[in-house]
C-alpha cells in the first residue's frame, strides 16, 4: 500500500553535471505515475530501478523543453523494447501535435503501441484520471505559459476487519466485503453490531500536490491544503523576487509562505535555477518560512506511510 | 597542440543507468567538434567540464533519436545562456526540418544566436569543413537510412626552427615564416642551408575517423587506413550477426577484423546495446582481432600525442 514520491530531476530550464531537468515519479499502491519528463528521464528511471513497464500514465505540466524533451526518447525506447499497452500522455494539447511532428522524422515503423492523448485545460480544476485506489486532479498555476499541477489524493482503502470478532460474532463469508465497505452487521440474536466496533479505524487517504512551474498564487490553496507532500517550485532565491515574477517562477521564500497558510506535511522545493551550485541557501530560506521543508534531491524518495484516523 | 576524443555517451539506441547515448567531443587544437548529439549530451559536456562556449560546430552522423535528442535541449541551453556565436550543425537535410518545427512550439523568443546548417550527403567522400588547423571529411556509411561518418585530420602544424642555427647561420626575422613553412636559406656568404638542416623534423599530422552506425563495410577502407584512432560501432557480439546485418550494425568481432585490415594506431569500438551489461565480451572479441582496441566509456579522453617524422 504504496504512496511515495521520487525526483528524477530537480533542475530548471537549465540542467547541471548533477541535477536533471523536471521528472518525477509518483507511486500509488505499486501504479506509477510519471510526472513531467525531462531529458534524460529515462535514464533516471533505470538508475533508481524504476522499470519502465511500469509507466503507462504520464502527466505534463506545461509544454516547456525541460518539462518534455525526455518524452521522445522514452517513447523511442518504449517502441524499441516491444512495448505493447497504451500509454496514457496527459498534456496540453500543443503537446499532441508536437508528438505527431516528431512522429513523421523519427519512426520508420508505426509504434506497436496506442499513445492516448488526453488534453488538459489549465483554468480550472478537474479530475483527470481515476482509477479503484487513486484520483488526479490539475491544480491550475500561473506561468508564463498555460500550465497545471496536479492534486493526486489515495482513495480511501478497504476497512480491516477485527479477526476476534469474526469469531466471536460468528460473521460469514457473504458479509465481510460489507463490513469492509462500513456496513453494520447484524448476528444470530438479532443484534446490530455497529462497524466501528468491527473494524480497526480507517487509514488517512494520502494526497500529494505537484506545483510546477509557476509563480506565488494563493488561489491554489484550497486544492493544496492540508496534503502530505507539498511540491512546489524554488527557481529562484528570494533577492530574485523580481526575475521570478517576471519569468513566471516563485523564490524559495514564496515556497515557504505558502506552505506556511497550506500546512501541508512536508514542502519539497525543487527547480533550482543552474546558477545555485549549492541548494543549502534556498533551503535555508524556505525553512525559515517553513519548518518541514526538503530539496528535492535526484534519486530520493519520499515515502508517505499509512496512518490510522482516530474515532 | 591537442588533438583528444572523449566519449560522451557509449550506448546505443536504448541507454543503460550507465550509458547514455552517442555523443562525443573531437578537440583540434582547442577547437571542439561535438560529434553526435544524443539525449543528456548537454549534462555529460558538463560534467567532462567542456564549456558549452567552445561548442561552435555540431557534426551529426544520421536521423536517429539516439543521435540526436540531445540537441534540443542543448539549443534550449544555449538560447538561455544567451549565447550570441553561430552555431553550425552539419547533418542530413531532415534535421533542418526537424529543429524548424520543433522551433514553432518551444522557442518563445527568436533564439539569440544563428543556426547555420549545413547539408550533408551521404553517397560519397566530401570535405566538409576546414580552417587553418584541420579538415573534416564524411565518410560514407551503410545504414539502414543515410548515414555518414567523420573524417578528422590536422593540418601539417608549421615547422619548429633549430634556435642554434638561427644563430650560427645571422637569419633574420624576416625569414623565419618562410622557413618555418619548408623553405631554404641563403645566408650572407650566398650558401644555400636546406630546410632540412634548420628544422626539426615535421610532426606527423594526427587523424581520426567516427564510423557509426554502419554495417560492415570495406568501401571506407581507403579513408580510415592508418588513421591515429578508429571509431567504429560494434552495437553486438557476433553471435548476434544476423541481427547486426538485419538492423544496419556491425558485431565487435567485425569491428575488429576491419581494423586488423585498416591498422589504426588504436581501435575503440562503442555504440554498445543495452542488452550486454559489461562490455568486457565486446572488448575481448574486438581484440582477438586486433589487440589495440579499447571500449568507449563515458567521460575518457583518449589523447594522440604528436610525434616527429623520420627524415
Known amino acids: 500500500m504504496s504512496f511515495s514520491f521520487t525526483i528524477l530531476g530537480s533542475s530548471s530550464a537549465v540542467p547541471t553535471s548533477e541535477r536533471f531537468p523536471a521528472a518525477h515519479v509518483v507511486n500509488i499502491h505499486e501504479r506509477y505515475f510519471l510526472v513531467d519528463c525531462g531529458e534524460g528521464a529515462q535514464i533516471q528511471l533505470r538508475r533508481n530501478k524504476i522499470g519502465f513497464g511500469k509507466i503507462d500514465h504520464i502527466f505534463i505540466s506545461h509544454i516547456h523543453g525541460d518539462h518534455t524533451f525526455g518524452l521522445f526518447g522514452l517513447i523511442s525506447t518504449f517502441s524499441l523494447l516491444g512495448r505493447k499497452s497504451d500509454l496514457h500522455i496527459f498534456a496540453n494539447p500543443l503537446l499532441k501535435s508536437i508528438l505527431e511532428d516528431h512522429r513523421k522524422y523519427y519512426y520508420e515503423h508505426p509504434l506497436p503501441f496506442n499513445i492516448i492523448f488526453h488534453p488538459l485545460g489549465s483554468k480550472k480544476k478537474e479530475l483527470i484520471y481515476e482509477d479503484k485506489k487513486a484520483e488526479v486532479y490539475t491544480i491550475p498555476l500561473k506561468h508564463r505559459i498555460p500550465a497545471c499541477g496536479f492534486l493526486f489524493l489515495e482513495k480511501p482503502p478497504p476497512l480491516n476487519i477485527i479477526k476476534e470478532q469474526v469469531i466471536r460474532q460468528e460473521i460469514p463469508v457473504k458479509d465481510i466485503a460489507g463490513i469492509k465497505s ?130
Open 182 to 311: 462500513g456496513k453494520d452487521f447484524v448476528n444470530k440474536k438479532g443484534e446490530i453490531i455497529p462497524n466501528y466496533l468491527l473494524t480497526l479505524p480507517p487509514f488517512k487517504p494520502r494526497s500529494l500536490a505537484y506545483c510546477t512551474d509557476t509563480k506565488l498564487t494563493e488561489s491554489i490553496l484550497p486544492q493544496i491544503k492540508e496534503v502530505d507532500i507539498l511540491y512546489h517550485e524554488a527557481t529562484y532565491l528570494h533577492n530574485m523576487l523580481e526575475r521570478a515574477v517576471e519569468t513566471g517562477h516563485s523564490t524559495a521564500k514564496q515556497a515557504g509562505m505558502l506552505a506556511r497558510k497550506a500546512n501541508p506535511g512536508k514542502l519539497i522545493i525543487g527547480h533550482f535555477s543552474a546558477r545555485y551550485k549549492d541548494t543549502e541557501p534556498l533551503l535555508e530560506e524556505a525553512r525559515h518560512e517553513f519548518s518541514r521543508t526538503f530539496a528535492a534531491i535526484e534519486g530520493e524518495c519520499h515515502t508517505i506511510e499509512q496512518v490510522r484516523m482516530k474515532r
